[in-house]
């Protein structure tokens, strides 16, 4: 998979194993389409630190893939709780249509909530925003589970 940055140089990640399984059989001409959103400490675009506190992060890096290239990488404020919004962090990711979340940690009922959303949640993010986008082609990070949840609910 060839992701490229917006107007920039190619990233270089070959393959993101954990949004294969979203892919359909391709055929000529057919668009394909993946939102990423990862939980990021402040607005630098693809160098944007990875939060590594869900529930309180101050931002959302909104990643848009189009046939294994990023056509769109927007950062934007968190209307989670914790930062001075009205919903849950994870109502606030379902609001943004992200398919799948990549993310440090996140607590079990988060975890619950997004999946409930059909949202695909992977954990062990670190680094910044184009880190983990390494990390989850090399498939470094776990799909998280009930097992995976941070017990401080981050």
């Known amino acids: ?39 990021v400490m402040e607005n630098l675009g693809i160098s944007s630190s990875i939060s590594q506190h869900f529930g309180k992060t101050p931002y959302f890096a909104l990643i848009k893939l189009e046939n294994d290239e990023i ?39 988060a975890i619950q909530m997004l999946g409930e959303k059909g949202i695909l949640v992977y954990v062990g993010a670190s680094g910044t925003v184009e880190t983990a986008l390494k990390q989850l082609q090399d498939g470094v990070l776990s799909l998280a589970d009930d097992s995976a949840a941070c017990s401080e609910g981050h």
């Open 71 to 109: 056509k769109d990488l927007e950062v934007v404020k968190s209307l989670g709780r914790h930062a001075g919004g009205t919903m849950t962090p994870a109502e606030a990711v379902s609001n943004t249509k992200a398919q799948v979340l990549v993310c440090g940690n996140l607590g079990s009922k």
């Open 1 to 39: 998979m060839k992701l490229k940055k917006s107007l920039e140089s190619p990233v270089g990640i070959q393959r993101v194993q954990s949004v294969e399984h979203l892919y359909v059989v391709q055929t000529e001409g057919v668009v394909i389409m993946i939102s990423i959103c990862i939980p």
